[in-house]
């Protein structure tokens, strides 16, 4: 059973979104809340799986909050998936690099956010791969110059590979295709690229590609 908490400032988004959620027979809410302070409060009692959490809300805010479930080692197994209005909301970018696992429009299709939901439990996709192409986009054209690279220094020349092809929005079966290897073979190498850099998951990783250099603005087509 997936287990959700909700964030949201807005009592009818929150009843939507556990509607939705609550009817699915793999998933459930743990709790709602209003703001950041509260939301963050709930994680630490309950231990969700996914945190939606809305970007705007008085008080402290999803962002500041998202920043208080990441940092925290004791909940290091708890995804966050930010909300937005806006596709390319300007602090959806700052959240990434904080640790958020991806996000969502609030006005997305059902199936899009019950597919999110799965798949950064299962730390297999960055949400939909439209958006997740648009948000690498924005983040490549934003990106500074490339730090240095030691960190890389621990991976193979294929798994280099494979987090470079992340770092360009390719789904694993994408990858599998590209390498001509099994979905299995190419979702293990990702894996391990993941636990060698520290990175919470795909979101991290395709920053890190970004910001150690494997990946450069442009490349993306």
């Given at each position: 059973?997936?287990?959700?908490?909700?964030?949201?400032?807005?009592?009818?988004?929150?009843?939507?979104?556990?509607?939705?959620?609550?009817?699915?027979?793999?998933?459930?809410?743990?709790?709602?809340?209003?703001?950041?302070?509260?939301?963050?409060?709930?994680?630490?009692?309950?231990?969700?799986?996914?945190?939606?959490?809305?970007?705007?809300?008085?008080?402290?805010?999803?962002?500041?909050?998202t920043r208080g479930v990441t940092g925290d080692p004791d909940l290091a197994d708890v995804k966050v998936?930010?909300?937005?209005?806006?596709?390319?909301?300007?602090?959806?970018?700052?959240?990434?690099?904080?640790?958020?696992?991806?996000?969502?429009?609030?006005?997305?299709?059902?199936?899009?956010?019950?597919?999110?939901?799965?798949?950064?439990?299962?730390?297999?996709?960055l949400l939909s791969p439209g958006v997740t192409r648009r948000l690498i986009a924005e983040f490549a054209a934003r990106s500074k110059?490339?730090?240095?690279?030691?960190?890389?220094?621990?991976?193979?020349?294929?798994?280099?590979?494979?987090?470079?092809?992340?770092?360009?929005?390719?789904?694993?079966?994408?990858?599998?295709?590209?390498?001509?290897?099994?979905?299995?073979?190419?979702?293990?190498?990702?894996?391990?690229?993941?636990?060698?850099?520290?990175?919470?998951?795909?979101?991290?990783?395709?920053?890190?590609?970004?910001?150690?250099?494997?990946?450069?603005?442009?490349?993306?087509?």
């Amino acid at each position: 059973m997936i287990r959700v908490v909700l964030a949201d400032d807005q009592s009818l988004v929150r009843a939507g979104f556990r509607a939705l959620l609550d009817a699915q027979p793999d998933i459930e809410v743990a709790g709602e809340a209003a703001d950041g302070e509260e939301a963050l409060r709930l994680v630490r009692e309950v231990r969700p799986d996914v945190v939606l959490m809305d970007i705007r809300m008085p008080g402290l805010d999803g962002l500041a909050a998202t920043r208080g479930v990441t940092g925290d080692p004791d909940l290091a197994d708890v995804k966050v998936v930010m909300l937005t209005t806006f596709e390319l909301d300007e602090y959806v970018f700052e959240a990434i690099r904080s640790g958020a696992s991806g996000f969502l429009v609030k006005d997305t299709e059902p199936d899009e956010l019950l597919r999110a939901v799965r798949a950064v439990v299962d730390g297999d996709a960055l949400l939909s791969p439209g958006v997740t192409r648009r948000l690498i986009a924005e983040f490549a054209a934003r990106s500074k110059e490339p730090a240095a690279a030691g960190a890389l220094s621990e991976l193979t020349e294929r798994e280099r590979e494979v987090m470079a092809l992340v770092g360009l929005g390719l789904t694993n079966e994408e990858i599998a295709r590209r390498l001509v290897v099994s979905p299995l073979t190419a979702k293990t190498h990702v894996s391990r690229t993941m636990v060698k850099l520290g990175a919470r998951d795909r979101a991290q990783l395709v920053v890190l590609a970004y910001e150690s250099g494997l990946v450069r603005p442009g490349w993306l087509g």
